[in-house]
């Protein structure tokens, strides 16, 4: 997969999150920045058609950058926390009203961090809806039609015990890269005792799991604050395309200075490696 394509089609997506030193909830902002060369311009707020008085964070952009996930706390949702989307007729047109995706996508608890397939017809997600294994689960749901009316979404399907434990697990990053057979689902996993710690699986072209569960050990975040996966993708030649992570939305934040964002480049590395990182001790420390 062409990260560069999927992020960052001249347009990347951003949730700026501030919060104060004392304990309180995550307010969440969408923004977007233009790459040009190797640097960022400053962010552009979405604006009242995307961003509301609520909480709207997890953004994500379809392949072709013409729709926009995200999931949001704003009247007018089915739970907690729902996922809404947006399209547009070109790069350059305006982003039209966000549609609810309701039932079945959404459901009367939280469902958040929206990553598509590349082809548009599955959609990852992490939910905390009743039937599942844990305290949050991450789905897919396959898109039935699609239409002037909007998308149909079929029922999410949990991704099945080897994915979804009795924790928590939360945050679905979708990446699939040339030349594979399978993509790869990215996900965290919230432990008892606080610990984050990233996975990944294998998914068939239909959204199944397929083999076992990787443990990135090496990529466990050392915070209680939950942050999703981001998976770099370099090209030959091309600078890094660095992201902070993303904090849920309406988590509580205990630490200062906790923004989302997109880094500008910072170096070259070696064509077609591709990287998973949080760099969550950074963030927090709002470097």
Not at 155 to 181: C, M, R
Not at 199 to 213: F, T
Request: charged share 20%; aromatic share 6%; with cysteine.
């Amino acid at each position: 997969m062409n990260t560069t394509q999927r992020t960052l089609p001249g347009l990347a997506l951003l949730g700026l999150i501030a919060c104060g030193t004392e304990p309180q909830r995550v307010t969440a902002t969408l923004q977007a920045d233009r790459f040009a060369g190797s640097e960022w311009s400053e962010p552009v707020n979405l604006g009242p058609v995307i961003n509301s008085s609520a909480v709207d964070a997890n953004a994500g952009l379809s392949s072709d950058a013409h729709t926009l996930f995200f999931v949001s706390t704003r009247a007018g949702g089915l739970g907690n926390l729902d996922i809404w989307m947006s399209h547009r007729q070109c790069l350059s047109c305006d982003w039209e009203a966000p549609v609810n995706l309701g039932a079945p996508i959404n459901s009367d608890a939280i469902d958040a961090a929206p990553t598509m397939s590349d082809d548009g017809r599955l959609l990852f997600f992490y939910s905390a809806r009743s039937g599942g294994f844990g305290l949050g689960d991450v789905y897919v749901s396959h898109r039935v039609s699609t239409g002037a009316d909007g998308d149909v979404w079929g029922p999410p399907v949990n991704l099945g015990p080897d994915v979804n434990t009795a924790a928590n697990e939360q945050g679905s990053f979708y990446v699939h890269e040339p030349g594979e057979p399978n993509a790869f689902v990215y996900f965290n996993r919230l432990t008892p005792g606080g610990s984050v710690d990233i996975y990944r699986v294998a998914v068939s072209n239909d959204g199944e799991a397929v083999g076992r569960v990787w443990q990135l050990r090496h990529l466990a975040l050392r915070t209680s604050v939950g942050a999703r996966p981001v998976v770099e993708s370099r090209a030959p030649g091309r600078a890094d395309q660095h992201a902070r992570p993303r904090v849920a939305a309406g988590a509580v934040a205990r630490r200062s200075d906790v923004d989302l964002h997109v880094d500008p480049a910072r170096g070259v590395r070696p064509p077609g490696s591709v990287d998973v990182h949080t760099d969550a001790e950074r963030s927090l420390k709002g470097d």
